[in-house]
């Protein structure tokens, strides 16, 4: 049996993240996924386009989203490409929205982050294709932009190879069996591999693989989806001249200017209905498609036309929709990393985090708002509540 320092569970972007930092840092990795490497259509970590900002609801994950900037950058140098597409961004507050525009004011301004504040009217005259009702209030924050994972997935794969890391894809792990100083993967083909520390970054199949340890976590599997659509006007909705966007209210959408593939994409944040990721469907679900089209026919007057595609994917969602970053308890060699379906902009951060924790390193921030041991995860009673 093979012997590794970390065992990496999972391979979409959080968990190539931790390969490549783990590998970059000297120690022998094996990554561990059960879909094809390069990139899927299974999970979470596909389609052209996710949000990478520093605008967020409390001053640690803004504080957050300067050490995942930073991380990206260190994938840019090593790579010499671009993980970080600036665009720009605008946060939008319609009188009474279930997001307080408070707490992201507040938030921004603890961390010293610089933002504009502006009208409805500022706002369309500075992006012509909005149509906004007179009292929302628009935050716009100049460093906000695109990370891509149909890029930056097989990007983080191939810079964890060059450094040495084992990547195996179609290796489903069917159980992990922490023993001693080592911990024993046991996959679907009848191989097992042993390592010092495992990282399970497994998102919508991680619950599965934490219960037999001991540990229940009360996760919501969800399939979301995103649409593209066409405009006769793509110019104006160019990366060049258009930002990402959100509509902080319930429900909660957001979208992008045209990136990667043709069409101006926009989605509802945690529209879907659960699922069992091992039987879910991919074709989209027309309740949601209704919804951002009156949305977009609302916000961008007639601007953009039909749907030319919809892709759906999964959020592994926790009650408090804060991230899992921590080590079991009972398992001191065992980790695990969820993103709570607002990840992916820090998957270099996890990444470098999740390395240092499987390798005996300081993780360099303060984790204790994603510890197992929250009361979001161990509290039956606690009400869940998605909006971000």
Not at 190 to 207: M, R, S
């Amino acid at each position: 049996m093979q012997h590794y320092d970390v065992a990496v569970v999972g391979l979409g972007g959080i968990g190539s993240a931790t390969a490549w930092f783990a590998a970059r840092g000297g120690h022998s990795v094996i990554g561990l996924e059960r879909f094809a490497l390069g990139g899927h259509h299974h999970g979470a970590s596909h389609d052209h386009s996710r949000i990478i900002r520093h605008s967020y609801h409390t001053p640690h994950y803004v504080h957050l989203t300067r050490l995942a900037y930073d991380a990206w950058r260190d994938a840019e140098a090593e790579s010499g490409e671009t993980c970080v597409h600036i665009t720009g961004g605008i946060d939008l507050f319609p009188r009474g929205a279930a997001i307080d525009i408070e707490t992201y004011r507040e938030s921004m301004r603890a961390a010293g982050v610089p933002f504009d504040e502006l009208t409805a009217g500022e706002t369309m005259v500075r992006w012509p294709v909005w149509h906004l009702p007179d009292d929302v209030e628009v935050l716009y924050q100049a460093n906000t932009g695109i990370v891509s994972p149909a890029a930056t997935v097989p990007l983080l794969q191939r810079l964890a190879t060059d450094r040495g890391a084992t990547l195996r894809g179609d290796a489903t792990v069917i159980a992990i069996e922490p023993g001693g100083d080592n911990v024993t993967i046991r996959l679907a083909d009848g191989a097992d591999v042993a390592a010092a520390h495992v990282v399970i970054a497994a998102d919508a199949w991680t619950a599965p693989l934490l219960e037999p340890l001991g540990r229940s976590l009360p996760l919501t599997v969800t399939r979301e989806q995103v649409t593209y659509y066409d405009t006769e006007t793509p110019r104006i909705f160019g990366s060049e001249s258009f930002p990402v966007w959100i509509w902080m209210d319930d429900p909660s959408f957001y979208g992008f200017p045209t990136f990667g593939r043709p069409g101006v994409k926009i989605a509802q944040d945690c529209g879907g209905l659960p699922v069992d990721p091992d039987r879910r469907g991919y074709e989209p679900d027309p309740a949601i498609l209704t919804r951002t089209d009156a949305f977009a026919a609302s916000a961008f007057d007639g601007r953009l036309g039909v749907a030319l595609s919809t892709t759906t994917c999964l959020y592994t969602l926790t009650p408090d929709r804060d991230f899992v970053v921590d080590t079991l308890a009972d398992h001191p060699n065992v980790h695990v990393a969820l993103g709570a379906g607002h990840g992916y902009k820090f998957v270099s951060w996890f990444g470098r985090t999740m390395a240092a924790l499987a390798t005996g390193s300081e993780p360099g921030c303060d984790l204790t708002p994603f510890r197992l041991d929250r009361p979001a995860l161990t509290d039956p009673s606690w009400e869940a509540s998605w909006l971000v």
